[in-house]
């Protein structure tokens, strides 16, 4: 019990008097509280109950420690998310059972450690007051399309959503929007090639002006038009090398602080959106059937891990697994084996804002 209490207090510390040491964050300041309030409040009612499953209690100890002391382990767990599918009330149709006929929703697993971080899902108010004052800029193909349509969903009520959906499906190309009553800045980049990604952020350089949220992906047109994993690791390979440039301090260097001198002093949180399961068999087209299959698509997962562009292989990016959680959504999913429902990018756009949350407790 002695240890619970430590740990219990240990929990408290960190969760009051970490946010507290927050500044000048385009993420809401008193957001934070507020949401370190509910992870206290989970902790606390885990330590308290805990002690009555003997079992469940080493675990959690052993565990916690790890969780509280470092944050950056939270990230790695949210993507421990389970799918469920239940029939449509009305449509449920016993011949055809297909995609139209099911809910599909997900939730964070019940895992101790997915309880002790204290995963949220944010409705619309938590999310524009986390977002609240915030440039959010998503660049990438048809996949950020979508991630971007989750996001204003989240944020926009019907009414506002049906005035924006027909701009942002225009076909290949850029949208702006400032949602004023949030004041948040939100910007659409097409963006299908590696390429077109550096040209991004060399933008950005050039004008000194970051985004305070970065959402980047590409893949998929270079998979169909190059099919050539080398030449996109090549293009993997400059974005990151152009991340680093913009970034006062990349990983490598450790975390002192902000680099004299360096131009940006706040640093974006910059996010790379993986590429979706490919259902091969699905595909709408003879040349994407033919090109993106799984040997093409392990190749590019390949070269997408040996850029080093993401956290979990020393690089900068933290990945929103559309890979994962398209794959374990599943065939029902999707109608082109390409692009899947929305629930799938929802949970990105969830496991995204939850990640803003954990890292700027961390940068302080
Ligand atoms: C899916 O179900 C709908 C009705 O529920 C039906 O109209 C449609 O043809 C089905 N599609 C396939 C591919 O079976
Ligand atoms: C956003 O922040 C501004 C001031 O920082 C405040 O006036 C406004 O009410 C906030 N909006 C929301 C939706 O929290
Ligand atoms: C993206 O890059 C490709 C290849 O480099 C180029 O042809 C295309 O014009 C670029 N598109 C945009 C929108 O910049
Ligand atoms: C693939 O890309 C690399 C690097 O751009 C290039 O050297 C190579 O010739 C390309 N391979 C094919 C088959 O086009
Ligand atoms: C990722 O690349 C590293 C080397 O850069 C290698 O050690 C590791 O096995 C690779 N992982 C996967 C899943 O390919």
Redesign the pocket.
Known sequence: MIGTVQFGLLAASIVLFVPMGMAGWHL?RNKMLFFSGILFITLFVGVHLTPYFPSVSDFVSSFSSVVLENRDSCISFLHEIVWDETPKPNRVDEFSANSSNYDFSWAWAKSTPVIACGFQRLGQIDA??LL??SWVVVAGDSQARLFVLSLLNLVLDSTQMEMVEGDLFKRHSDYHIVIE???VKLDFIWAPYGMNLTDVLKKFKHDHRYPDVLVMGSGLWHMLHFTNASDYGLSLGAVRRLVESLLPVSPKFGTDGPVTGSVLVQTPHIFWLGMPTLINSMLNTEEKIEKMNQMVCDAYDKELNESKLLRQSGGPLILLDVGLLSRNCGLQCTVDGMHYNGVVYDAALQIMLNALLIESQQRI
Do not use: F, L, T, V
Request: charged fraction near 25%; hydrophobic fraction near 0%.
């Open positions: 809401s524009s007051d609240n004052g009553e949030h004041g």
